[in-house]
């Protein structure tokens, strides 16, 4: 039998992946080589697989492991390090070594420890938060919290960076090429055929080159080329704009462990404005869905709220990028799964992705790893069916609660001030850092869960009395 391939594409790098190990008479091993794409849009895409260059149809004698190749996000980053760990020959192409989503940036503790992550790529440790009402009520939100936790804020490009190293660190290799299309076989037995421009040379260019694997993982963003190439549906997305502003130190002082939310028709119709801080700079940005034309008003009222705070500061950064909404219709398709923003998994109300990228890259890898054996036989959809069974029991319920919470209070500007009132409660405090920092929806204490919703029901008949009377005074 012939050893397995597998690709995962991975955002803004491609992987390929081979554990098909040769009979020894063969010259050809085994090998994971990842590819990166740029869509139409200017996003860079990514794919992971198993390959083997010649020698398919060879008898299995040896599995020679997975080589992993990293530049790209947290999804195809983790998805690298997972199958190489895993004993699978991997490599990965991508096409732009220094790329950085537009990103807010904010990172849940639970990811620091379980993805061991090294304090140094952490910019800052967030542990109090302003919430801003339309009306500029302000809530200090963090009080619940121990001294031990906190939000990461992390640069993408550092965050990115590391994970593709320490991918490598594993027997990873890196591929300087542009993903473009792939060839879906026809058959359970035939390989995908990766079509990718390779830059390793000193042609600026590139030269045409082709990838046979045995599975697929796209995590190649939201603009997803794996994606379309399986036909796993559309999704409604946002826009997210972002500015890195460097502001003077004195000014850097006020944001040293503090983010800021900004809700309000003028910073976004549905979704929030923030300012999060970096290293020697804060990232200052908003999204939207409904009405992604007018993203840049959004960006200037969003400034503009946070003006006097950040006042002789430079733009030295603009970044856009698409979010999707909620997951896709497919996610799976024969050898082929889908990973991070690609798949969908961006959560509602909170616009969180980077953990959910992580996590599903890894999740999708350990399936492989798992079902193929270490890399000694084919997988099928049922494999990889696995992977979406555990997340979906998981996290199901995280994204419908967060689907309903947007749709309640992000509607209109009286639901965002109760959505701001609500927030200075101490219970709905502890309730959502709990949730946020350990990415699990926290049972809570009937008593004030009731408490909790008699007061909810109350904002929501304030707000809905204050649209009616806003409404009455627009006519």
Same mark, same amino acid.
């Given at each position: 039998?012939a ?8 955002s ?5 992946a ?26 860079s895409?990514s ?6 260059s010649?020698?398919r149809n ?5 599995f ?12 195809g ?29 904010a990172i849940?503790l639970?990811m620091?420890?379980e ?6 790529i952490?910019?800052? =440790?967030?542990?109090?938060m ?16 121990n001294?031990d ?18 991918a ?17 076989? =026809? *058959? ?15 042609s ?7 990838l ?5 993982i796209?995590?190649?963003?939201a ?5 379309? *190439?399986?036909d796993?549906?559309e999704?409604?997305y ?12 004195d =000014? ?11 809700v ?28 992604k034309?007018?993203i ?10 946070a ?9 030295i ?16 398709? *024969?050898r ?38 270490n ?12 992977y979406?069974? %555990?997340w ?9 609660v ?10 209109s500007?009286?639901?965002?001030e ?8 101490d ?6 850092f709990?949730?946020y920092?350990? %990415? ?10 009731? =408490? ?11 707000a ?11 006519v």
């Open positions: 039998m050893s397995l391939q597998a690709v995962i594409t991975a803004p790098a491609s992987f390929a081979s554990s098909r190990a040769v009979s020894s008479h063969s010259e050809t091993a085994a090998v994971l080589v990842p590819c990166a794409s740029i869509s139409s849009r200017g996003v895409t794919c992971l697989g198993f390959v083997a010649s020698g060879a008898s299995l004698k040896s020679e492991g997975l080589r992993g190749l990293n530049a790209s996000g947290p999804a980053g983790c998805a690298a390090e997972t199958l190489a760990k895993g004993g699978i020959e991997t490599f990965l192409i991508e096409r732009k070594l220094d790329n950085a989503k537009p990103c807010g940036g849940p639970c620091v420890g993805f061991d992550l090294p304090p140094e952490i910019d800052r =440790k967030v542990t109090k302003k919430m801003i009402s339309p009306s500029n009520v302000a809530v200090d939100v963090g009080k619940t919290l001294d936790e906190y939000i990461g804020m992390v640069r993408r490009e550092v965050l990115d960076s590391f994970l593709r190293e320490r490598q660190k594993n027997g990873a290799s890196i591929i300087n090429g542009l993903f473009l299309r792939m060839e879906v076989p =026809k *058959d359970n037995d035939s390989p995908y055929r990766l079509h990718y421009t390779n830059f390793d040379g000193s600026k260019i590139g030269t045409p080159a082709v046979e694997v045995d599975a697929v796209g995590a190649d963003g603009n997803s080329r794996v994606a379309k *190439d399986i796993a549906g999704y409604d946002a826009i997210a704009f972002q500015e890195r502003i460097k502001i003077p130190e =000014k850097m002082e006020y944001y040293e462990n503090l983010a800021e939310m900004y309000g028709d003028d910073v976004s119709p549905d979704f929030y404005g923030w300012v999060f801080p970096k290293c020697d700079h804060v990232a200052v940005g908003t999204g939207t869905v409904i009405n034309p007018a840049k008003k959004y960006q200037t009222a969003t400034r503009n709220r003006k006097d705070k950040i006042a002789g500061g430079k733009i950064r603009v970044e856009a990028h698409p979010i999707p909404e909620h997951p896709r219709p497919r996610r799976a398709s *024969d082929v799964a889908l990973v991070g923003d690609a798949a969908g998994y961006v959560t509602k109300c909170s616009g969180e992705g980077i953990y959910f990228a992580a996590k599903s890259g890894r999740m999708c890898a350990e399936a492989i790893v798992e079902g193929s054996a890399g000694t036989r084919m997988i099928d959809e049922s494999d990889l069916r696995t979406l069974d %555990k979906d029991k998981k996290y199901w319920a995280t994204y419908k967060l689907d309903i919470l947007q749709k309640v209070f992000y509607r500007n009286p639901a965002r109760a959505f701001v009132e609500m927030c200075a409660d219970y709905v405090q502890k309730m959502t709990d949730s920092l350990y %990415k699990v929806v926290v049972p809570g204490n009937p008593l004030d869960d009731l =408490k909790l919703a008699v007061n909810t029901i109350g904002s929501l008949i304030r809905n009395a204050l649209r009616k009377e806003s409404e009455k005074m627009t």
